[in-house]
């Protein structure tokens, strides 16, 4: 499963294709469910990484054979060997699952010790890589807050919580655009345009197309500045030869129809904008 099962809303399977027979895994990452106390592990194929995904600890068996030398990471979170990242919400209630970051001994400064209350910045390596591990296991639907505990990480200890605050992302619908021609009905290829480009989607464009809620496009969209003196007032063509002569088609945006073909769009639907060919002179 791409989350743990029934952790998250609509949770999907994994994309196993790139699995092959004889493939083996390697376990990344451990995650209790906080409401039934079930241990779930993130497992990753060892011949390819984009095959990853989290599977339940009881629904794994250990192999009947060890190798002399251990080749895998440590897999079982205790209080000696690792670290539990509690995400919490501006209201300090916990969101997700918490997430146990195992430490493995390739992490360790020589001769350092993985024991319970060892300081992360005085025995590993890259102290930084429990702030790695918090920010790709945030909960969905949350990023990382701005506004965190001064707890630098070099002094967070084994068998510990750390903190992360989060905060939820803000849904936003934006339509796209595309382009046709008012006379013909037809799409206005990219490639009759001047440098073989539509205009850029830019940030002032986003902004009238985008809202907050998935509600119907008001008509008075198409009213805005940007289709009057701005990006998306006039489209520029290739010039072409006519008579020896090179000549620069043009057009321009086309209100009436554009509002027309648009009158049951809602933020987040592709808009279909109109424009009006100039006469070439």
């Known amino acids: 499963m791409v989350n743990p099962k029934w952790s998250q809303y609509k949770a999907q399977p994994a994309d196993m294709s790139g699995y092959k027979s004889g493939d083996t895994f390697t376990i990344t990452g451990a995650a209790t469910k906080t409401r039934e106390g079930w241990l779930y592990y993130q497992v990753t194929d060892d011949n390819n990484s984009a095959v990853t995904g989290w599977v339940f600890a009881g629904g794994l068996t250990a192999p009947t054979t060890q190798p002399s030398t251990p080749t895998t990471p440590t897999t079982t979170p205790t209080k000696d060997n690792s670290i539990q990242i509690v995400y919490l919400n501006a209201g300090g209630q916990q969101v997700g699952q918490t997430y146990n970051w195992i430490i493995q001994n390739s992490d360790l400064k020589s001769g350092a010790k993985l024991t319970n209350g060892a300081k992360l910045g005085d025995i590993l390596t890259n102290p930084a890589a429990l702030t790695d591990a918090a920010n790709k296991n945030v909960p969905s639907g949350y990023t990382i807050s701005k506004s965190q505990p001064n707890n630098p990480v070099a002094n967070v200890t084994v068998g510990s919580n750390y903190t992360v605050y989060v905060d939820q992302k803000v849904q936003s619908y934006t339509s796209q655009l595309s382009y046709y021609d008012s006379d013909s009905g037809q799409p206005i290829s990219s490639s009759s345009l001047v440098e073989g480009i539509y205009p850029v989607f830019n940030d002032t464009d986003k902004a009238v197309f985008t809202s907050s809620t998935q509600g119907q496009l008001p008509a008075s969209v198409f009213d805005n500045n940007v289709f009057k003196t701005g990006n998306l ?22 209100a009436t129809k554009t509002k027309q073909a648009n009158a049951n769009a809602k933020y987040g639907d592709t808009v279909k904008l109109y424009y009006k060919a100039n006469p070439l002179s």
Do not use: M, S
Request: aromatic content about 10%; hydrophobic content about 40%; glycine content about 14%.
């Open 233 to 254: 007032a006039t489209l520029t063509g290739n010039a072409v030869n006519i008579g020896g002569k090179l000549l620069t088609p043009t057009w321009n945006f086309d």
